[in-house]
């Protein structure tokens, strides 16, 4: 079997690697500091854990490689000016949105999208960096570089955050997940909640909506598209072409994990679609100190990273999985005492997510 590269090594990347080993596949996270006489990378398959990977000389031979899969689809996905350009292509619904061209344009803008909008670089910027909240009396906190190098789009008043993960093979079989419903917190996934009985009708959008993308792009591997729920409609945010942080719940929540699942698809092996035999919670933890106390938990699955802590840094995530939904919850209200202030608005939120599923107990 052939071996994969991820250009990248951060925690994706490692948790492809965890996922190839009981497989029998050897997968090299390629960092800047990799000796590329260390792994046998002329006859690998080349896949990413990051949309716009270090730029070295031997990623420069990655990026090139042949076996690179999705070589030609990552700047499309990368730029978010492409990615809008591609929904309305293929007249998928989405927040209406502008080139922010130049500072003249501002009252055009508002006249034309919303009084609230929300500024994003083209490239870069996740986890909330590269993007401003601007409303018409407070246009100047934007800097002169965001000009020709971001979009706008109107502000959703949304009832929901919700993501997709599928996966595509060479064949064009697809298969997905339930719907993840997702908590940011100052733009960065705090908590996420899975079940296996979702709304039928947002779950055939869903699905058909990522299926269109990944059909256009003939995409393989696992691809994450993020949404906006409003009322019984959905309204694409962002794509992530690559395994993505609101499914790390399938770790121990489903039968085939997200990494797993990709390493399938280009590698050519069977891409069965995963069972999802109870509901999962994800909790990011962000710049989190290690807590031992994690572990006392029977329901917590601890995933650490092993980086340093920092301030708005992810540095490893739990996931709880259980058929219960009062022992999860039970289990997320004991987790308070182990995490930061902060999670207190996310566990309510999930809490109150298992609480209206109406199958507690």
Request: proline content about 5%.
């Amino acid at each position: 079997m052939k071996s994969v590269c991820v250009l990248g090594n951060g925690q994706l990347g490692r948790m492809l690697r965890q996922a190839g080993e009981p497989l029998g596949i050897d997968v090299y996270p390629v960092g800047l500091d990799l000796d590329p006489a260390t792994i046998p990378y002329q006859n690998s398959i080349i896949t990413a854990e990051i949309e716009r990977c270090p730029d070295t000389p031997f990623t420069q031979i990655l990026a090139q490689h042949q076996a690179f899969i999705n070589r030609d689809v990552f700047p499309i996905i990368a730029d978010r000016l492409t990615q809008k350009q591609l929904f309305d292509r293929l007249h998928l619904p989405t927040a209406a949105w502008r080139i922010l061209e130049h500072a003249d344009i501002w009252p055009t803008l508002f006249n034309q999208l919303s009084n609230l909008l929300i500024v994003k670089s083209r490239v870069g910027g996740y986890d909330g960096r590269g993007q401003w909240r601007v409303t018409a009396d407070c246009v100047e906190q934007v800097p002169l570089e965001a000009y020709q190098s971001c979009i706008v789009e109107q502000a959703i008043n949304f009832d929901g955050e919700m993501s997709l993960i599928g996966a595509r093979n060479r064949q064009g079989k697809m298969v997905f997940y339930p719907l993840t419903h997702n908590f940011h917190q100052a733009g960065i996934l705090k908590m996420s909640v899975a079940q296996p009985d979702v709304d039928a009708t947002l779950q055939r959008q869903a699905q058909t909506m990522l299926s269109t993308i990944m059909t256009e792009l003939d995409y393989i591997g696992v691809m994450a598209m993020e949404c906006f729920a409003v009322g019984d409609k959905l309204l694409i945010n962002e794509l992530a072409p690559r395994v993505h942080n609101s499914g790390h719940w399938t770790q121990n929540g489903a039968s085939i994990s997200q990494f797993e699942l990709h390493l399938r698809a280009i590698l050519d092996l069977p891409l069965p679609s995963p069972d999802v035999f109870s509901t999962s919670v994800m909790v990011n933890l962000i710049g989190t100190p290690y807590h031992q106390d994690w572990l006392s938990e029977p329901l917590v699955h601890l995933h650490w990273y092993n980086k340093e802590v920092r301030a708005g840094r992810k540095v490893g995530h739990l996931n709880l999985t259980h058929q219960d939904h009062e022992r999860l919850s039970h289990s997320l209200s004991t987790l308070r005492t182990m995490l930061p202030s902060d999670y207190l608005s996310a566990i309510e939120w999930a809490q109150e997510k298992l609480l209206a599923s109406g199958i507690e107990g």
